[in-house]
């Protein structure tokens, strides 16, 4: 018998498997900088935090009354923002007359309550459009460091409380200058179908993304050691062998939620590496043309 969760995800794949990703207006992109390297999973002490990818290194900074961006829904923001600056070729970005419409554009259905995802929205929307972010490449010889803000400003004029209001003004965001050109100029093409089945996990949003975009231009077999991709996806498990076991395990239960959608991956659990073969992938450029 299968686990729920992954009973649920065929049945959400099912559901989408009629449809192409073109056809049904669901290809997206996400910004090339949150693949390499990503926000945190769980709510973090403090108001900075770092993530690495080999020499590349992505630094986020937050002011500390409002702390740092974690969890699925600034990973649905910025996806969001990239697929719209992508569409548009504009650094406004209209983002919908109600709450209501802007969530489901998100995957979202709007719940009130402390612990309400209306609740979560705003708070995580607060945290990523007031947040620094920093890309440094570092290979000991070479020096690049690149400030990447996703949003330059933002005016959101809708009710919580009555999430279906048409809001008196438009609300709006404008993208950081930075962050626009990445998005236009090298944006990872990805399934939104997916981002948004796969919501519950961060990390297996994350890896879903990375995914997509080493396959697109992997040319040979690459062993990558475990705790390599810890140090990418799983700053919240210890460095000890056991914290590496533990990240190694929930990878692999992640890896299998993605499988259900994304099952030409070509890829083996070796006991040292995770060993990744050439393959398709998930969303072909050829679509995005």
């Known amino acids: 018998m299968l686990p729920k969760n992954i009973d649920k995800l065929i049945s959400e794949f099912l559901s989408m498997e009629a449809a192409s990703a073109k056809d049904s207006n669901s290809i997206g992109y996400m910004a090339r900088s949150f693949v390499q390297a990503t926000l945190p999973h769980s709510k973090q002490e403090g108001n900075e935090f770092e993530r690495r990818n080999g020499f590349f290194r992505l630094t986020v900074l937050s002011p500390s009354q409002v702390g740092l961006p974690y969890g699925s829904i600034p990973r649905l923001l910025i996806a969001w923002l990239t697929t719209e600056a992508v569409r548009t070729r504009e650094r406004e970005i209209i983002l919908g007359d109600t709450l209501t419409e802007f969530m489901a554009k998100l995957g979202l259905v709007p719940t009130g309550g402390r612990w309400g995802s209306i609740t979560r929205l705003r708070d995580q929307a607060q945290r990523l459009f007031s947040s620094s972010i920093s890309c440094t490449y570092d ?32 609300s709006t965001i404008i993208l950081g200058e930075e962050f626009f050109k990445e998005s236009i100029t090298s944006p990872v093409p990805i399934d939104l179908r997916v981002l948004k089945a796969l919501k519950q996990s961060p990390m297996a949003v994350d890896v879903y993304c990375w995914l997509t ?29 056991q914290g590496l076991r533990d990240f190694k395990r929930a990878f692999l239960r992640e890896l299998r939620k993605i499988n259900v959608f994304y099952s030409s991956l070509k890829i083996e659990n070796g006991k040292n590496n995770l060993i990744l073969h050439p393959g398709k992938s998930h969303i072909s450029k050829l679509l995005c043309e």
């Open 213 to 241: 975009y080493r396959m697109s231009y992997l040319k040979n077999s690459t062993y990558i050691p475990w705790p390599v991709l810890q140090v990418q996806f799983g700053s919240g498990y210890s460095t000890s062998s």
């Open 139 to 170: 290979d000991g010889k070479n020096w690049v460091i690149q400030n990447v803000k996703p949003v330059s400003s933002a005016n959101l004029w809708w009710d919580p409380k009555v999430p279906k209001q048409v809001g008196l003004s438009q």
